[in-house]
């Protein structure tokens, strides 16, 4: 599920502040967090993600 989430998140399809208000999902932020960062995107302040350079 973890892996589902950054994939959206990535494709701009879902919003990273929206998804993890929502308390079922809470779980699952460091995982989601952890690849992201792996596959080289930054959580924005507005809850979008974007590749860093």
Do not use: C
Request: net charge negative; aromatic share 10%.
């Amino acid at each position: 599920m973890a892996g589902y989430i950054a994939m959206r998140l990535e494709a701009g399809k879902m919003n990273y502040n929206t998804i993890f208000a929502i308390s079922r999902y809470k779980q699952l932020k460091d995982d989601v967090d952890e690849i992201l960062a792996l596959d080289g995107y930054k959580v924005n302040a507005d809850g979008t993600v974007s590749k860093e350079v």
